[in-house]
């Protein structure tokens, strides 16, 4: 049955006067698994500004086994049974803001790459891909789709090297359709050239995406040997005779992907708002491409080994005792603190990268993502310095002006289904709990107007376990679970 949902809201509109020099894009990730984040680094869709870019785009959705796209929490994106409607809260930040699109990014890491690989082999499962997601940007009010297959012809591709030209044809038939509601469409990609190599035909993609995402973050990480900065602009220190089209670098990455058929004007830069943790095997061998055992520390909030926010590291940089240095090659900083070393960026490495894509005629910027930029203005440099600097880098000057209105969000129309759910004796109150049967997963509970608790079930992602003392999925061997 056609349920609609009619909300009102008080609404803190922002009267803005914005100034570009350049009309180019910030195209913003939000991830949405932040509003389980626990103490400051909750954040929910009221935390966004949207000020600060052109594009917000919601991650993710996924597809299922017929092709269809599908909400991966249906809880916290939709209406149905109680539940948090996020889809139609992030399509409402449009009234304030009316040049603001919307985007949907479907797929992301944790999807994989089979389920997308034979979905694109077919044309039944194609079409199947389309008109399901025509329908959900349809029926929520979304402006476009963000393609986050990671990667074609990669990881557990089922199909191979035909995952290429299946990529270019469902692009194709995407466009061909989406130009008839006026949809935009554009992808997020891997970046570097030993990856781009075998995943994409760039000019194919290229001809019928709106921007294209370069994935210019994660070049280097906890999982290589040696440390290495997360997003190096150019060669750095210690990076010796490497070739330069062998370095994993932003303006090689850049360069790679323009010499090879993608127009600049399609390019969005990736930039990120996070850093990556290594422990050295010696704290006195502590530079760039010293020996690394693994992992470094984890953020309170992110609680990631070998991932920190810029909101958590911050702090640790006002409380805690850290050499910061600052690698004027590959401009961007680091830091040591005994055995910890963390790649991280800044507003100054994050405006030379912005500058330097403004000499290559670039699109634009994206930021992968909004949630761990320090939104809460905890460091004291103001709300979203981060993503404040890159506006201020592509010459966006925004003033703005606070008045207090209250409107009401335009209709949604849902479909209505049986909830696929335990039994709600798993739950005794209402927030997150424990699975009795299961340590890598967990209910959110929740209670109907008859007072009758129902359970959402989710799953910790791959290899956490939800840990019931902190309520947060944690390493296993921090968790207590007697699950047999």
Request: hydrophobic share 35%; proline share 6%.
């Amino acid at each position: 049955m056609n349920l609609k949902c009619f909300f009102a809201f008080t609404l803190l509109t922002v009267g803005i006067n914005i100034v570009k020099a350049r009309d180019k894009l910030v195209l913003c990730y939000y991830g949405t698994w932040a509003t389980y984040r626990p103490s400051l680094g909750k954040f929910d869709v009221e935390n966004i500004d949207p000020n600060l870019c052109t594009h917000l785009v919601y991650s993710f959705v996924g597809i299922n086994t017929q092709g269809t796209v599908i909400s991966l929490d249906p809880y916290l994106d939709l209406p149905d049974n109680w539940g948090r409607d996020n889809f139609a809260k992030f399509n409402a930040l449009k009234i304030g803001t009316p040049n603001l699109k919307t985007l949907l990014a479907v797929g992301g890491w944790n999807e994989g790459s089979a389920k997308y690989s034979r979905m694109v082999a077919s044309s039944i499962l194609r079409r199947n891909f389309i008109t399901s997601a025509i329908k959900m940007m349809q029926d929520y009010g979304f402006d476009g789709l963000n393609l986050d297959w990671e990667y074609p012809n990669r990881r557990d591709t089922v199909n191979g090297p035909a995952d290429i030209q299946n990529f270019v044809q469902l692009v194709k038939e995407l466009r061909t359709e989406f130009d008839k509601y006026g949809f935009e469409l554009s992808a997020a990609v891997a970046a570097v050239e030993a990856v781009a190599v075998q995943a994409y035909d760039i000019p194919g993609i290229s001809k019928y995406l709106d921007h294209i995402g370069l994935m210019t973050y994660d070049l280097y990480g906890p999982w290589d040997p040696v440390t290495g900065h997360n997003s190096p602009l150019h060669k750095g220190e210690g990076d010796g005779n490497i070739p330069r089209e062998q370095l994993y670098t932003v303006d090689v990455a850049l360069d790679y992907w323009i010499k090879n058929g993608c127009p600049p004007e399609k390019i969005i830069l990736g930039l990120p708002l996070y850093g990556h943790t290594f422990t050295l095997v010696n704290a006195d061998e502590n530079g760039l491409r010293a020996p690394s055992s693994g992992t470094g520390i984890a953020g309170p909030y992110t609680s990631t080994n070998g991932i920190i926010g810029y909101n958590e590291f911050c702090v640790k940089l006002q409380r805690e005792t850290w050499n910061v240095r600052y690698d004027s090659l590959a401009q961007v900083p680091y830091a040591v603190q005994n055995r910890n070393w963390v790649s991280y960026d800044d507003t100054g490495s994050l405006t030379a990268k912005v500058q330097y894509g403004l000499g290559k005629n670039i699109g634009g910027i994206m930021v992968w993502s909004i949630e761990t930029d320090d939104f809460r203005n905890v460091c004291g440099k103001g709300k979203f310095p981060l993503l404040n600097a890159i506006n201020k880098a592509l010459g966006i000057n925004i003033t703005t002006t606070t008045t207090t209105t209250t409107t009401t969000t335009p209709t949604v129309s849902t479909t209505t289904k049986a909830p696929n759910t335990p039994s709600e004796s798993v739950c005794k109150s209402e927030g997150p709990t424990a699975d009795p049967m299961d340590c890598t997963s967990f209910y959110i509970c929740t209670v109907d107007p008859s007072g009758k608790f129902i359970p959402h079930k989710f799953k910790c992602p791959s290899n956490l376990y939800w840990d019931k003392n902190n309520l947060y999925c944690n390493y296993p061997e921090l968790v207590e679970c007697n699950v047999k």
